[in-house]
């Protein structure tokens, strides 16, 4: 709660993953709300339909929360529930926002085949993002390397949610700008490709001073946006 109070006038959504959720619950989506800034629910759900639709319901009905997820790889009846019981359960105008996780942005093509996926990470991933679409999900979590075949697939309605976004530092090690993440960009690329939420967390939370790392990236993200 303190970061968060620090960074509150800087950020769009705080993201609740399941680490915190597990510890906190629901109280920690009612802390965060009370500061005002939104809340993307990233819990990631992947099980048959109606325990997702039930756990979307249930999410919901939670405060402030603008953004919730489910795996793609569950299925279209499955993210079909999902987005059914979220138009069930809350107004239109006031609704949260269903996004479909395509491909984790920790997997490379290796790690992807060990699991039995064929193909590269991005033919997947925009398979996976026609298939959302098609379900009725309002858009995807998907790499920056990604967005634009997405773009193209899904159209510009289709939300494009973006992790593995790490500021340029020339100075670092490559493991250290990537941490455990195999697809990455800066937030300017990725913005420039048409992303529309960009996720950065340890970057900024680690950092020596995390009020100046968000800052430096609102900044990017500020300058991409205006086309310089």
Do not use: W
């Amino acid at each position: 709660m303190a970061l968060a109070k620090e960074l509150a006038d800087l950020v769009g959504l705080f993201k609740i993953n399941v680490q915190l959720f597990t510890a906190e619950g629901p109280e920690a989506v009612r802390k965060l709300a009370k500061l005002g800034v939104g809340v993307f629910l990233d819990l990631k759900y992947h099980d048959i339909p109606n325990t997702v639709a039930g756990a979307v319901t249930a999410a919901a009905a939670l405060p402030g929360v603008q953004l919730l997820n489910v795996h793609a790889t569950g299925g279209v009846e499955m993210m079909r529930a999902a987005a059914q019981a979220l138009s069930s359960s809350a107004a239109a105008e006031s609704r949260p926002k269903l996004l479909g996780v395509t491909i984790l942005t920790s997997m490379d093509r290796k790690a992807l085949s060990e699991v039995g996926i064929t193909g590269t990470p991005k033919s997947r991933v925009v398979s996976l993002a026609r298939l959302a679409k098609r379900a009725g999900l309002d858009g995807v979590v998907a790499s920056p390397l990604e967005v634009k075949q997405i773009r193209t697939a899904c159209g510009p309605g289709f939300l494009t949610v973006i992790p593995g976004v790490r500021p340029a530092d020339p100075n670092a090690k490559p493991s250290k700008r990537r941490d455990d993440q195999a697809r990455v960009s800066t937030p300017g690329d990725a913005i420039r490709a048409g992303a529309d939420y960009l996720v950065v967390g340890r970057p900024i939370a680690a950092a020596q001073d995390p009020r100046v790392a968000a800052q430096s990236v609102v900044e990017e993200i500020a300058v991409a946006m205006s086309g310089d």
